[in-house]
Structures are given as structure tokens and as C-alpha cells.
Nanobody, 124 residues
Framework: QPQLVESGGGLVQPGGSLRLSCTAS?????????IAWFRQAPGKEREGLSC????????NYADSVKGRFSLSRDKAKKTVYLQMNSLNPEDTAVYYC????????????????WGKGTPVTVSL
């Protein structure tokens, strides 16, 4: 059974940084999948942040995180990272990774596999 597991969330002060990880297991052809990050803040709709495809191409980042967040992929570790810098309280949310054969169209909320999420809280 394919699984995606997010890690790296926690409490951080405004202006700080976190790096989230999304690790895949049970996906035999993981190298051929796109991996995306989403987030959902309390009382708000889920938001697509960005996606990295099998070639390493990254979709445009959501305007809310552009210039502050970045994706990277380590195929040997079957892990995709979301580096988050200059965090502010509006970034408080549960962060999810998801996977499907491709990153387009993005955001696509019906991606095949989803992790259970990792919470991020930005507060003093």
C-alpha cells in the first residue's frame, strides 16, 4: 500500500524557517511521480503550494509563498522537501504532500495519494 509521510512540522517564531519532508514508501515507480505540497489553515480551504515532477520541474508557487518557499527532491531517499523561510502567522496550517503521475494541472485536489499532514504553527 503506497504511503506518504510528512515530517518536520512544529512551532516556529515569525521570521523563522522550517524544512518539511515528504517520504514515500510502497510506490515502486516513485521516480516517475510528481509530488506536491498543499496546506489547510483552520477555517480555510486547502491551498496548493507547488509541485515537482519526475524531471525536477517545479510548477509556479502559490502567490502566498512565492519567494519564501522552495521545493527540492532527493530521489535516492524518496523524499521531497519543502523549505519554508520568512514564516509568518498566516503560514500556520496543516501541511500535506500528495502524489500523482504528473503535476499538471495544478493545483489538483484529486491527486492519487495523500499523506496525513504535519502541523505548522507560527507564533511568538
Amino acid at each position: 500500500q503506497p504511503q506518504l509521510v510528512e515530517s518536520g512540522g512544529g512551532l516556529v517564531q515569525p521570521g523563522g524557517s522550517l524544512r518539511l519532508s515528504c517520504t514515500a514508501s510502497g510506490l515502486v515507480d516513485w521516480d516517475y511521480y510528481g509530488i506536491a505540497w498543499f496546506r489547510q489553515a483552520p477555517g480555510k480551504e486547502r491551498e496548493g503550494l507547488s509541485c515537482i515532477n519526475k524531471y525536477g520541474d517545479i510548477t509556479n508557487y502559490a502567490d502566498s509563498v512565492k519567494g519564501r518557499f522552495s521545493l527540492s527532491r532527493d530521489k535516492a531517499k524518496k523524499t521531497v522537501y519543502l523549505q519554508m523561510n520568512s514564516l509568518n502567522p498566516e503560514d500556520t496550517a496543516v501541511y500535506y504532500c500528495a502524489s500523482d503521475w504528473d503535476c499538471t494541472p495544478f493545483p489538483y485536489f484529486g491527486m492519487r495519494y495523500w499523506g496525513k499532514g504535519t502541523p505548522v504553527t507560527v507564533s511568538l
